[in-house]
């Protein structure tokens, strides 16, 4: 794909040979706001595949951006390198030079390899990061509430499901107890759910023995997408929902923290088809980037989660517009968020 194939409005190769930094910066769009999206730092194998990944990743966070009710586009960065091996200050100074020489037209954040601690170091060279820590005026872990927007997502899909926005009663498989994994289990046992987990990593797993004993805990993701359950939420990495895993899938809603759970498209159809309710990925899990660009204003907790609890009702208009239009729900989301779009990005033709 060559970057003028695409509808991007910017993309941004930046280097800087002596600290090693070789980034690219994408803004798929600003008709919103500035655009706001984390710094994946990565060992992809080719520059064609960071390109590859900024550009698709740019483009999600226009669309959840525009969804989560926020006036910000969206984009997105990949440090080309291993975070292991090659972080260092200059390097994330570097990078911090190049996001400030951007002039506010995009905001950046933690994501994959990236880390609150990192984004205080890139502040040292711009104001237009969010992801600090709090002791830097922050919004810290986002997984808070990006666990609590998935939890939101999950009772409006209830709901539509079976006419009540609660989980209680109802068994929900997590698949991924981590950041945002644990805080889920928080939510979903005080509702009244009743709990089957399971992760790759055993500390995981002995923090829910420890924690919540009546949790019931399986082997592997196959198991518990086979289990009988009523609920599946994704909460490790993305592609969870592929041709198999939809074939032997026995729940009646899938409302998880993973991005890009649908492991390619044309998923969403096999879903409809098994009469699956999706609540759509970057729909539920927008509380995190809810929470970090609260920063941008001066970090409230409560104002974030107040902003973040509307995704219960975003996740309701989306369902209902996907009944009515007898389309997926993740068509109906690509259609709502296009249309906050178009609608509010227009507004600045108007002459001030
Ligand atoms: N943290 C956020 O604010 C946020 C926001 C939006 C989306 N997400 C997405 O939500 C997901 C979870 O995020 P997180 O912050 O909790 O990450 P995390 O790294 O803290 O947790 C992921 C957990 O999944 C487990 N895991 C990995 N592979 C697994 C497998 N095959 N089967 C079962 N468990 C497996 C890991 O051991 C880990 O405990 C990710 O896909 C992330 O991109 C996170």
């Not at 997105?76 to 090659?86: E, F, L, R, S």
């Not at 939809?246 to 088809?273: C, D, F, S, T």
Request: proline share 3%; net charge negative.
């Amino acid at each position: 794909m060559g970057v003028f194939t695409t509808s991007h409005e910017q993309v941004v190769y930046c280097h800087d040979r002596p600290s090693g930094l070789r980034a690219i910066i994408a803004i798929y769009s600003t008709a919103l706001g500035p655009a706001l999206g984390g710094t994946r730092f990565y060992p992809y194998a080719s520059e064609d595949d960071a390109l590859h990944d900024v550009l698709d990743l740019s483009r999600g966070m226009a669309y959840k951006n525009a969804l989560a009710g926020l006036d910000l586009g969206g984009g997105k960065a990949v440090i080309w390198g291993d975070p292991d091996k090659d972080k260092s200050e200059a390097l994330l100074r570097a990078y911090g030079r190049f996001v400030q020489s951007l002039g506010g037209r995009y905001y950046t954040a933690c994501d994959v390899g990236t880390y609150v601690q990192d984004m205080d170091v890139v502040a040292k060279e711009t104001r237009f990061v969010t992801g600090r820590s709090e002791s830097h005026g922050g919004a810290g872990d986002s997984s808070v509430l990006t666990a609590y927007g998935v939890f939101q997502g999950m009772r409006a899909a209830a709901e539509h499901r079976w006419g009540s926005p609660t989980l209680a009663g109802r068994r929900v498989g997590i698949a991924g107890l981590g950041k945002v994994g644990k805080h889920l289990t928080e939510h979903l046992i005080e509702d009244g759910a009743s709990i089957v987990a399971t992760d790759v990593n055993e500390r995981a797993l002995e923090w829910v023995r420890t924690t919540y004993p009546q949790v019931d805990v399986v082997d592997s993701s196959e198991d518990l997408v086979a289990a009988d359950l009523d609920v599946y939420a994704p909460c490790a990495l993305g592609g969870a929902l592929s041709d198999e895993t939809v074939a032997v899938l026995r729940a009646k809603i899938v409302a998880g923290a993973a991005n890009n759970q649908l492991a390619h498209p044309g998923v969403e159809k096999l879903l409809a088809e098994r009469d699956v309710l999706y609540a759509p990925d970057y729909v539920v899990n927008s509380g995190g980037v809810i929470q970090v660009a609260d920063e941008i204003e001066g970090f409230n907790f409560a104002r974030a989660q107040q902003r973040a609890a509307r995704i219960f009702h975003t996740t309701r208009e989306i369902l209902q517009l996907a009944e009515a239009e007898g389309v997926p729900p993740a068509a109906a989301a690509d259609r709502l968020a296009e249309r906050r779009m178009a609608d509010v990005g227009r507004l600045r033709t108007i002459l001030l």
